[in-house]
């Protein structure tokens, strides 16, 4: 099987380059991005979400043009493996998730996806072989729609930016007198 | 002047090939990003912070093995133009942030980054020559200590993952009797 324009070994080649190693919930996410692209209307834009910040987020950005830079990829974390692909007017989307009913037949990847064992005690290759010949048969799509919340809007204002009367960086004015750090809510210890 | 392993004009190829288009805060990213590590001891590996999701975070995981799906990235949005790389044992790290007090000479920087001028009147092209030309005139550095429940603990536990009673996907029990989309907090609507 392919997943996006890779051989399934180039795949791994490519996720081991980008991620620092061959994590099989990217090669989960490999497939649901193209189960969710095949899904999607014809020349569609779209934004993403991924409901898990492991892994899943570096399957969409090596495979789409949606970074987590670029705004276009958002985590909101529910702790489910599951990404959607959703138009960012309108807030339509298609949700693909690795689907725990369907994995009765999948020893390695059951194990693997509901820890069933130890990471050490984890058959890595057997998950690898799996996720191969399940190909998209052990995830599910659902049609969603998400909230305003994360719909572009056309009138969406620029936030004002601003000098910390505290710190003397730039932050942006609309968090209060001072930035986040100067209120104590940075990642610092004073 | 190099960016990480590229040539000026090479990163902002690399950068529209991940990013999408040649976002300015991302050249001043890559600048940060080498900062950062000519400032860290030798051999040392470590985890990394951005203070805000816009561009930084893709400085990071184009020029370093940081991304945000293996944990190695992580944001915590003070809203400040600042990169921290630390000891994920220790939590000491250098900070290297944008200084606004060292832009007197860069009107076109200034402009972009103090919001100045809408964005459709800023001078891309001055931009991104005067980032050239600045060098790393223009950025300062802070020793740090980051909060513990940003250092990574040898004890740290394996969370248990569950099948929710309500939607049937696995998620992290720790969360609650059901997965935290159940209990509304997902992004979609009902």
């Known amino acids: 099987m392919n997943i996006g324009p890779y051989s399934y070994e180039d795949f791994l080649v490519t996720i081991k380059d980008f991620h620092g190693n061959i994590a099989p919930g990217i090669i989960a996410g490999g497939i649901m991005v193209d189960i969710a692209r095949a899904n999607l209307p014809a020349g569609e834009f779209f934004d993403v979400i991924c409901e898990t910040g492991h892994c899943l987020p570096d399957a969409v950005q ?3 043009p949606c970074t987590i830079g670029n705004g276009w990829l958002k985590i909101v974390d529910t702790s489910r ?3 959607t692909f959703y138009n960012k007017y309108t807030g339509d ?3 693909v998730f690795l689907d725990a009913g369907k994995l009765g037949d ?5 194990a693997w996806f509901l820890k069933d ?3 050490k005690e984890q058959d890595f290759e057997g998950i690898i072989d799996e996720f191969r010949r ?3 048969s052990i995830y599910s799509i659902k049609k969603v729609k998400v909230k305003p919340t994360y719909i572009s ?4 204002k620029s936030s004002q930016v601003g000098l910390c009367p505290s710190c003397g960086e730039a932050y942006r004015t609309s968090l209060g007198k001072t930035c986040s750090a100067c ?3 940075g990642p610092f210890i004073d």
């Open 93 to 95: 989307g298609t949700r």
């Open 106 to 110: 999948w020893h390695c990847i059951r």
């Open 117 to 119: 064992k130890p990471k």
């Open 183 to 185: 209120q104590g809510l």
């Open 62 to 64: 090596i495979l789409t």
């Open 81 to 83: 493996y599951a990404l």
């Open 134 to 136: 399940a190909g998209t």
């Open 153 to 156: 809007s056309a009138k969406k």
